[in-house]
Every structure is written in structure tokens, then in C-alpha cells.
């Protein structure tokens, strides 16, 4: 029994990769992750901060369309009534996806911490670091 395994090894025997090699295993992997979590935070920014411009634009059309006396309800035209309504809505939409694109943006950063808290060596813009 012991013959057949020795001669197996003979042929082929076990050599596990040298530590140079899993640490940039291990480091392009990591890597890997630290560009995805950054993607995703830098997109959700960029979508936040388009969003809160855009946002910011129709409040102030709407309040424009609101006008400036105290009883302006009373003598507002009907389409003037509609396009303040569309406004609301847009307006709700807007700062519930911005909520929304707020708590990406704190689990993104959240992941960003726990992968440099678990892996402290590391270091995403350098092509070498100790693993």
C-alpha cells in the first residue's frame, strides 16, 4: 500500500507555492474588493450629489410658482395648482432617494473600514504590501 503512494510521490510530489506568491495572491484580491467598494461609493456619490443639485432646482421653481403673498392659495390658477403638485412629488421622490443613496453610502464606507480593519497591512494603491 505505502509502495503505491511512494511511487506517486515519486512522479509527482506536493510543492505549495512560495510566500512571495500568496501574498500577491492574497493582495490582488484584496485589491479586487478595495476597487469594487470604491466604484460603488464613488458612484453613489456622484448620483447624490447630481440628485441633491437637481433637487435644489425645483425647490426653488417651485417656490417660485408658490408666490409671495399670504393668500395665494386662494387666487392660484389651476395648472399653476398641477405643476406645484408635480413639484411634491418630484420632491418626495428625490429626498427619499437620497436617503436611500445615503445609506449606501455609510455601508460602503462601513466596508471600506472592515476591510482595512481586517486586513491592516494592506494598502489598496500599493502593488506589494505584507499580507
Known amino acids: 500500500m505505502f509502495e503505491v503512494i511512494r511511487q506517486s510521490w515519486a512522479n509527482s510530489p506536493f510543492a505549495a507555492r512560495s510566500a512571495t506568491r500568496d501574498t500577491a495572491t492574497d493582495q490582488s484580491r484584496l485589491r479586487s ?7 460603488a461609493l464613488k458612484s453613489a456619490e ?7 443639485a437637481r433637487i435644489d432646482d425645483v425647490l426653488a421653481r417651485a ?6 403673498g399670504t393668500d395665494e392659495y386662494l387666487t392660484r390658477e389651476p395648472g399653476d395648482i398641477d405643476l406645484q403638485n ?16 445615503a445609506h449606501q453610502m455609510q455601508a460602503f464606507n462601513f466596508l471600506k473600514l472592515a476591510l482595512q480593519t481586517r486586513f491592516p497591512d494592506f494598502k489598496p494603491g500599493s502593488r506589494q504590501s505584507r499580507a
Do not use: M, P
Request: proline share 0%.
Open 46 to 52: 456622484a448620483e447624490h450629489s447630481g440628485l441633491k
Open 33 to 39: 474588493v478595495a476597487h469594487a467598494i470604491e466604484q
Open 63 to 68: 417656490a417660485i410658482t408658490l408666490g409671495n
Open 86 to 101: 408635480q413639484f411634491d412629488s418630484q420632491i418626495a421622490n428625490g429626498q427619499l432617494r437620497l436617503e436611500n443613496l
